[in-house]
């Protein structure tokens, strides 16, 4: 069983920072991709950023220039670096996983989500 727990979202103003950490657990035997995404209240889901296996990462539009992601192999964890939010940033902000167990092949794994508010 592979569980995603996140941490770190919260309330912040506008300008501010946060620092989110996505921790994987479980009999994991490889992961591949992990990315965030983020779903604010009658939108659709959106990703945000994704970092690969060898570190190539790619963002939204909206975002480039102001939040990094990256990841620790040893920790099984990707973090997301948010700079100058905004309150268009707003959202449930979940990460995503694509894990290799040592008893199944590879699978997207969510975690439960982490709510961001960005407001004065």
């Known amino acids: 069983q592979v569980q995603l727990v996140e941490s770190g979202g919260g309330l912040v103003q506008p300008g501010e920072s946060l620092r989110l950490s996505c921790a994987a657990s479980?009999?994991?035997?490889?992961?591949?991709?992990m990315g965030w995404y983020r779903q604010a209240p009658g939108k659709q889901r959106e990703l945000v950023a994704q970092?690969?296996?060898?570190?190539?990462?790619n963002y939204a539009d909206s975002v480039k220039g102001r939040f990094t992601i990256s990841r620790d192999n040893a920790k099984n964890t990707v973090y997301l670096q948010m700079l100058s939010l905004k309150p268009e940033d707003t959202a449930v902000y979940s990460c995503?996983?694509?894990?290799?167990?040592?008893?199944?092949?590879?699978?997207?794994?969510w975690g439960q989500g982490t709510q961001v508010t960005v407001s004065s």
């Open positions: 479980g009999s994991i035997f490889s992961i591949g991709n």
């Open positions: 995503n996983a694509y894990i290799r167990t040592y008893r199944d092949s590879w699978t997207s794994y």
């Open positions: 970092i690969t296996s060898s570190d190539i990462t």
